[in-house]
């Protein structure tokens, strides 16, 4: 059993839980095509990236409150309806750190990266999972 002293202590990193399956779309991905992705990868988020550049990220949240909350066309493109910027943790620091970042940033889902490349990403959930072990 995992207590908060082992939670709050560095030893597990975020690239220890983090999950390593990422999905990235360009600006242009309409919200349809999207929201086929995160029901086929059974995932709650995709990473947009303009050539080599992650301008932000769609979550299943930003689909309810901006999609189905204002009634947009589901040809509407990711660029209107994404998180930017990207917000990102190294994979290297301890998870009390993603806690953190996400507490303050008021955030469930962070992008892992290690040397500016993105690594995977890490929730809440994850989070929750560990200190539940």
């Known amino acids: 059993m ?4 082992d939670f ?3 030893s597990i990193k975020v690239q220890d839980i983090m999950t390593r399956a990422l999905i990235t779309v360009n600006p242009n991905t309409t919200a349809l095509q999207v929201a086929k992705m995160m029901e086929q ?3 709650g988020a995709v990473i947009v990236k303009d ?3 992650l301008v932000g990220i769609v979550t299943d949240r930003d689909y309810a409150t901006k999609i189905a909350a204002n009634n947009l066309p589901f040809d509407t493109t990711v660029e209107k309806i994404m998180s930017s910027p990207l917000i990102t943790i ?5 998870i009390s750190a993603a806690a953190e970042t996400m507490a ?3 955030i469930r889902k962070l992008a892992v990266s290690d040397n500016g490349n993105i690594t995977g ?13």
Do not use: H, M
Request: aromatic share 0%.
């Open 2 to 5: 995992v207590s908060r002293e």
């Open 8 to 10: 709050n202590s560095s």
């Open 41 to 43: 990868g059974g995932i």
């Open 51 to 53: 050539g080599d550049d």
């Open 90 to 94: 190294n994979q290297g620091e301890p």
């Open 104 to 106: 303050s940033k008021k």
């Open 121 to 133: 990403i890490i929730t809440s959930t994850d989070l929750v999972n560990q200190l539940a072990k």
